[in-house]
């Protein structure tokens, strides 16, 4: 898909690898096009001021944002006045005046602003969203269909093809700034595989040992080095 919202050809749904491109398509044109409007009539050198409700108990991802956030080289600043408040700090301010949750929020126990599916779970999420919303997954099947008649691998919802599996990349890229917590909360965390062992260094010298305490411990062959292990 384009900026415009023209559907170009492609490789099909979106995977993890592929979640930055989703974000620049469905989110941050907005922002832009909201950015541009805001500063009609202003100084080029103007900021804008973007206010969110963004937490650092949201995720392990937002507990380390900053209360404030530019938008690149832009002249966006996204400030969050309630990013130290936890959730039972947005319960009681709820309670005392009286403000509904969102009904997606109520139901998901999550935001649901968008449905990318770059770092949805296949088990979890997709029958989630088909049994609370059947009419907006059924548009979500119809594209699949549509993708796989026209002979895209990842033609399922999450960047998965026919036989599950998906379409990944070891670099995973990092979500936008307005994502909920969508890597934290939906990606398993990749396998890492163990290193093989290092091979000795052949520096002319022994390796020597050094003994503390009882506990055995390398010594560096060069100073500032990091032990063998």
């Known amino acids: ?113 968008c449905n990318c599916g770059a770092f949805a779970s296949a088990a979890r999420e997709r029958a989630m969203l088909k049994a609370l919303y059947p009419e907006f997954f059924a548009h979500i099947e119809a594209l699949e269909a549509e993708a796989e008649a026209a002979g895209l691998r990842w033609c399922r919802w999450g960047g998965y093809d026919r036989e599950g599996r998906r379409a990944t990349d070891r670099n995973r890229q990092a979500p936008g700034l307005l994502c909920e917590s969508c890597d934290s909360r939906h990606a398993s965390p990749a396998i890492r595989q163990p290193k093989a062992p290092r091979k000795p260094r052949s520096s002319g010298r022994p390796n020597l040992t050094l003994i503390q305490g009882g506990d055995r411990a390398s010594k560096p062959d060069d100073a500032g080095s990091e032990p063998q292990s």
């Not at 050198?45 to 380390?64: D, N, P, Q």
């Open 1 to 113: 898909m384009k900026r415009n919202g023209t559907v170009e050809p492609g490789i099909g749904f979106p995977g993890p690898a592929m979640h930055t491109r989703a974000y620049k398509c469905l989110k941050e044109p907005h922002i832009l096009t909201l950015l541009r409007e805001s500063k009609e009539g202003h100084s080029r050198r103007s900021r804008v001021l973007f206010l969110t409700g963004i937490r650092r108990a949201e995720s392990r991802r937002r507990a380390k944002r900053e209360p404030i956030n530019r938008l690149g080289h832009t002249s966006a600043v996204f400030v969050n006045p309630l990013i130290s408040w936890t959730d039972l700090d947005m319960l009681r301010y709820r309670h005392q005046h009286r403000l509904p949750e969102s009904d997606a929020a109520a139901l998901m126990h999550r935001s649901g602003e």
